[in-house]
């Protein structure tokens, strides 16, 4: 009996595929040096945190010398339609796009157009009189917030990189004049305006520290993106797909969502009074119904655990992937040296060009190999190279708020534990 190929059994035979791909795609733990049993308690663990509704879903990708150790989605991708959570599933990365950014500057570095040290105000002028938030002095009238002395100097690109230029989230004695620019918080794909419309709005308002003697996490690295747009003479979202995901690989990676993907989107949830609730997906989405305008290089980018783990791949590979060579391994060792002295004071205590260093384990205390990097996003998913032992590990999940959970970070251990 011939089978009529209807669309449903084609859509039928197109999820088969891309199922048993991603199957076939996964290599032999052991073979990769881990302990097979060992390394099955990474499913136990994100398991749980599904089972304790904590957690709606995610997809883990766990790399070895190049290849899949791990390659698996759990629970759910939409909990009340009984969606499965799949290997394809795409996120929002929020705060993992800035290693996106800081690659993409670091190639124009590499083309010899600028310098690590160099003042933004060179490309961006309006930076060019910066001035910094201060508590205002004794006896000023209640309603005197702050008061501004001159920046000391200017930003460089190298404090954009590092989070060392004073540019916050908002969240300092300047707040309400940040709230009133439309300049609070890390979300900006709802705005009607171009990033260098922002960034030039931005750049009126006063910094939270002196440039380069603070670690203030913000909108520095939304700034790097502006200037890559700027140097380079292209909006960013085109610098990113014809310089870097196009030739990783990377076909889901991106800054506002097709329309046709939209059934891949993982719908977010958050723990609210400590009940899994769902907050936003694929209906209610500035990724896709947005004005998608605005390229944010901080927090703007979608992708799936493939893509990113490619990204990640090529990073540990030094720079290059598959015979295509992004930047120099130089340039990728200088992105994970510590670069901030003693000014993070996070985990670790070393940030580098995008992320954090574990120069020394001791600092973060956690099983974690030295030398290895990462950062991680609002949404929950976080991400950690180690070169040393030639890993790449990768949390997909869209958790928001985390109600003071912390997976993204126990599942670490749990994959340092399983290598022989």
């Keep these: 009996m011939i089978r009529l190929l209807t669309p449903r059994w084609l859509a039928a035979c197109a999820a088969a595929f891309v199922l048993l791909s991603s199957v076939l795609r996964a290599a032999d733990p052991a073979a990769l040096g881990f302990d097979p049993q060992r390394l099955q308690r990474l499913d136990a663990l994100v398991q749980r945190e599904i089972d304790a509704g904590k957690l709606a879903g995610a997809v883990a990708i766990v790399k070895r010398d190049g290849q899949d150790a791990v390659l698996k989605s759990y629970g759910y991708l939409d909990v009340e339609n009984r969606i499965p959570m799949r290997n394809d599933a795409i996120f929002r990365i929020a705060s993992m796009s800035k290693a996106v950014t800081t690659v993409a500057a670091l190639m124009l570095y590499e083309e010899g157009r600028f310098l690590l040290s160099d003042p933004i105000s060179k490309w961006i002028p309006e930076f060019s009189r910066s001035v910094v938030a201060v508590p205002p002095p004794p006896g000023s009238p209640a309603d005197v917030k702050y008061v501004t002395v001159p920046a000391k100097?200017?930003?460089?690109?190298?404090?954009?990189?590092?989070?060392?230029?004073?540019?916050?989230?908002?969240?300092?004695?300047?707040?309400?004049?940040?709230?009133?620019?439309?300049?609070?918080?890390?979300?900006?794909?709802?705005?009607?305006?171009?990033?260098?419309?922002?960034?030039?709005?931005?750049?009126?308002?006063p910094l939270a520290t002196q440039p380069?003697?603070?670690?203030?996490?913000?909108?520095?690295?939304?700034?790097?993106?502006?200037?890559?747009?700027?140097?380079?003479?292209?909006?960013?979202?085109?610098?990113?797909?014809?310089?870097?995901?196009?030739?990783?690989?990377?076909?889901?990676?991106?800054?506002?969502?097709?329309?046709?993907?939209?059934?891949?989107?993982?719908?977010?949830?958050?723990?609210?009074?400590?009940?899994?609730?769902?907050?936003e997906d694929s209906k209610r989405s500035d990724f896709i119904d947005g004005p998608r305008k605005l390229f944010s290089g901080g927090a703007g980018l979608l992708s799936t655990a493939s893509d990113y783990g490619r990204f990640l791949q090529m990073l540990l590979n030094g720079g290059e992937l598959d015979g295509v060579r992004l930047l120099s391994p130089r340039t990728v060792a200088l992105m994970h040296v510590n670069h901030t002295r003693d000014l993070f004071k996070w985990n670790t205590r070393a940030f580098g060009l995008g992320f954090w260093v574990n120069e020394d384990p001791g600092n973060l205390g956690e099983n974690i190999g030295q030398g290895a990097y990462g950062w991680g996003s609002a949404y929950y998913p976080e991400y950690a190279v180690d070169p040393k032992e030639r890993l790449v590990m990768l949390l997909m999940m869209q958790l928001r708020p985390a109600g003071g959970e912390n997976l993204?970070?126990?599942?670490?251990?749990v994959i340092y534990q399983a290598l022989k």
């Design 153 to 205: 100097r200017g930003i460089t690109i190298h404090d954009l990189m590092t989070h060392t230029a004073g540019l916050t989230y908002g969240d300092f004695l300047a707040k309400e004049d940040y709230q009133k620019a439309r300049a609070y918080g890390w979300y900006l794909l709802d705005h009607d305006e171009t990033i260098g419309d922002f960034v030039k709005r931005l750049a009126k308002l």
């Design 212 to 279: 380069g003697e603070g670690f203030d996490y913000g909108y520095g690295t939304d700034v790097l993106g502006y200037l890559v747009e700027v140097i380079s003479g292209q909006p960013l979202d085109q610098f990113v797909e014809e310089r870097i995901c196009r030739p990783l690989g990377m076909k889901d990676t991106g800054f506002y969502l097709p329309k046709e993907k939209a059934d891949r989107l993982a719908v977010v949830y958050g723990l609210v009074n400590g009940k899994l609730t769902r907050m």
């Design 408 to 413: 993204n970070h126990r599942y670490k251990p």
